[in-house]
């Protein structure tokens, strides 16, 4: 569910070099592919929540159209919840469908939202919230229910129409639930919530104060707990604890990716999200959550790939790295066509863009882009189906585990929200963007030789590119600006002297900027910028 911030930012377009190819070692070292498979009558789906059964894939909630418009008369319809389960064999692309219906309300409600939080342990796949719109008695709200499903029975009920939903839906009330657009996850035996937010009413772009009203309250917080059972059988929330942080856990629709750390540790990252205090863009830090708490990782930046997309973690044990590729969605950066900038957007668009974060054994980080690009604006809400015996108990595919020299499957792509170009929100007719049913293979091999990839380097050294226009007497120059704080630009002159400056408070992000050069000699100038106790300096001749 790409809900928006109800402010509207101006289009700006910058550009920026710092792109080199292959020259960090530990970040290059697998090839990958997408290709589209002939899969064949899939339900059209996004924001859905799904599990692997028996070799299978099973599809609940979602919706079945593209992004929702933005009046708030149109946007959720209850016509497009999905409200029918799906079951999809992909080895034959046969597909049985079936829809919910027999159950109590509660259930009936959340089986059909959008975003809902999920996660498959062993036969059962935990729900949790999830929002959704009705025509059956309630507004659009966020659903405060975790949902236990028998994944088998399922299963048998999608393939033989006859038999009743009787005894696969366990579902507990409980208002700490109320939550869409964040993640689920588990770390030894802990379920861990993290992050997303709590939307009632219907959506409305201009803000609660103007038109239909809604309230939208992000939950700031990891919650974590356990789970046990009570006399009815059903999940029953226990050891409940809650870490809450007003900035950084301040995000939603995000990536939440099991991670394998330098001590050996498995635990979890949070990538990016949206969206930041009064502005329409997302952060671009991480977050590390480990059992005994969580952390910002220092000096991370992701430029690429800001929304929730399917992402596949991979850990080479021979070098100690850690990566993690992202499959399109929304971001604020991508790369040019030629390959040879970072473009910047700061209407946040659909990309094409198959990004990856790499931890480096010595914990630093480096962000990569893979080439080719996916075929069209794909992967916003889209899952990523594993297949093959290359993953670990937590889902991370162990490099070693491949074939030497053979490119091999190691999944899919399915679902998601696909645009006709990237900007489509503010856009006639609504049609611009619409849920994706093809799937993707993605290949992988341990051989480098096809990889094709551009390493991020822009930091807030390299980051300063200066542009000389003399007819025009102007220095132009462009710089990073890697935390939000105070930052000081001055031009010195030979001797050292002060003769342009500028100072101000301003969010991370890169920078353009001008100094008017007219009246000041031809001689050699050098451009200073402080930022957070940084320092970056570059002389030239003007």
């Keep these: 569910m790409p809900v928006r911030a109800a402010l509207f930012c101006l289009w700006t377009l910058i550009a920026f070099s710092g792109l080199t190819a292959q020259n960090k ?53 209850h016509a497009h919840n999905n409200a029918t389960a799906h079951l999809v064999d992909p080895k034959s692309w046969r597909v049985w469908s079936r829809k919910i219906e027999g159950l109590p309300d509660t259930l009936l ?19 949790v919230g999830g929002y959704a719109g009705s025509g059956a008695g309630f507004d659009h709200r966020t659903f405060p229910y975790l949902t236990e499903v028998n994944l088998p029975k399922l299963a048998a009920c999608l393939q033989k129409k006859d038999l009743p939903f009787d005894g696969i839906f366990r579902q507990r009330r409980d ?42 309250r ?20 226990v050891d409940y604890t809650a870490w809450q942080d007003t900035q950084e856990l301040h995000r939603r629709d995000f ?88 473009l910047h957007d700061t209407l946040v668009p659909f990309v094409k863009t198959i990004g990856k974060m790499t931890r480096l054994k010595d914990g630093s980080m480096a962000e990569s882009a893979i080439w080719p690009e996916l075929p069209d604006f794909l992967g916003t809400a889209a899952h990523f ?43 006639e007719p609504a049609d611009m963007s619409r849920a994706e049913s093809a799937v993707y293979a993605v290949r992988l091999s341990r051989s480098t030789a096809r990889a094709d990839e551009l390493v991020l380097t822009p930091n807030f050294i390299t980051g300063l590119v200066l542009r000389n226009d003399k007819e025009a007497n102007i220095l132009q120059f462009d710089f990073l600006q890697p935390d939000e704080g105070f930052v000081l630009i001055q ?52």
């Design 25 to 77: 070692p530990g970040v290059v070292e697998f090839s990958l592919a997408v290709e589209k498979v002939g899969a064949a009558s899939l339900p059209a789906l996004h924001s859905f929540a799904s599990a692997q059964w028996d070799g299978k894939w099973i599809l609940i909630g979602g919706r079945t159209d593209g992004l929702h418009p933005r009046e708030p008369f149109a946007s959720f319809p």
């Design 109 to 127: 409600a959340q089986l059909q939202s959008s975003n809902m939080q999920s996660l498959q342990e062993g036969d059962k796949l935990y729900l």
């Design 175 to 216: 208002e700490r639930m109320a939550v869409c657009g964040g993640q689920l996850a588990e770390l030894d035996g802990a379920y861990y919530l993290v992050g997303g937010h709590r939307f009632d009413g219907a959506y409305n772009p201009t803000g609660p104060d103007h038109g239909p009203g809604f309230e939208q």
């Design 218 to 237: 992000y939950t700031d917080e990891v919650r974590r707990f356990s789970l046990a059972v009570d006399r009815k059988g059903n999940p029953l929330i």
């Design 255 to 342: 990536n939440l990716v099991p991670q394998r750390f330098p001590d050996g540790k498995t635990a979890l990252t949070a990538f990016s999200g949206v969206f930041r205090y009064g502005r329409n863009l997302p952060w671009s830090n991480l977050v590390d959550i480990r059992p005994e708490g969580y952390a910002p990782v220092p000096n991370s930046f992701q430029f690429l790939n800001h929304y929730h997309c399917p992402r596949l973690p991979v850990y080479n044990p021979r070098s100690g790295s850690m990566h993690t590729v992202f499959f399109g969605g929304i971001a604020r950066y991508f790369v040019s066509p030629d390959k040879d900038r970072l």
């Design 385 to 427: 189906f594993p297949a093959g015996p290359y993953f670990d108990e937590n889902g991370i595919l162990m490099l070693d585990r491949l074939p030497d020299t053979a490119t091999v499957t190691v999944g899919y792509l399915y679902g998601g929200i696909v645009a006709q170009q990237p900007n489509v929100f503010w856009l």
């Design 491 to 542: 031009l010195l002159d030979k001797n050292g002297l002060v003769v342009q400056a500028y100072d101000g408070t301003q969010i991370e992000g890169y920078y353009t900027f001008d100094f008017d050069m007219t009246g000041l000699p031809s001689a050699k100038y050098t451009l200073r910028i402080f930022v957070n106790g940084q320092e970056a300096s570059q002389s030239f001749q003007w």
